[in-house]
């Protein structure tokens, strides 16, 4: 019966409109006091890259310079100095000079197809990885900044058929 006498209470508190006893944050009305506190961060300079393939495509005959380009992109904290540099790749005997690629099939390992990197279109200055002679220099911006990596296979005597290819590592100095 008193379970019954508390829900009907309820109930004709909430039809007519009775205040119900709720819980509230109490209100305070003698004063405030305020306080401050620092919020920081600390950001070095700082860069990564990321570096696309190149690829020169399917080909026949090494008569004439095949040529394309791919990318790098570099990230650096806003005005952050930096250089990239493209090593001569994995292949015994390259140097940025004279970049090679080697055969990949059993018994081929030790052919390779000539190519090269290059910092302009006109294939006219070589990219390498000695800072202040041959790197790309740039300013971070805080956002990625890409940058065309030119390449050109030249004419040359063509070796057997294969999937020749090397490894290039792209560094940024900051």
Not at 47 to 55: E, G, M, R, V, Y
Not at 82 to 94: F, I, M, P, R
Request: net charge positive; charged share 5%.
């Amino acid at each position: 019966m008193k379970q019954k006498l508390v829900a009907s209470s309820l109930i004709a508190a909430l039809v007519f409109g009775v205040p119900l006893q709720l819980a509230r944050a109490a209100v305070y009305n003698n004063g405030t006091a305020t306080a401050t506190f620092t919020v920081t961060i600390i950001l070095n300079a700082n860069c990564s890259i990321t570096a696309n393939p190149l690829n020169f495509g399917t080909n026949g005959v090494l008569g004439t310079a095949i040529n394309q380009q791919s990318t790098v992109a570099v990230t650096c904290t806003n005005t952050t100095p930096y250089n990239v540099g493209l090593d001569a790749g994995t292949v015994t005997g390259s140097t940025v000079g004279t970049r090679l690629m080697a055969g990949t099939a059993t018994g081929n390992t030790a052919t390779t197809v000539a190519f090269n990197l290059y910092q302009d279109a006109g294939h006219g200055v070589p990219w390498g990885n000695t800072q202040g002679t041959n790197t790309v220099s740039g300013t971070g911006s805080g956002s990625a900044q890409s940058i065309v990596v030119y390449g050109q296979v030249p004419a040359q005597a063509t070796p057997r058929p294969d999937t020749y290819q090397t490894t290039v590592t792209a560094t940024v100095y900051f």
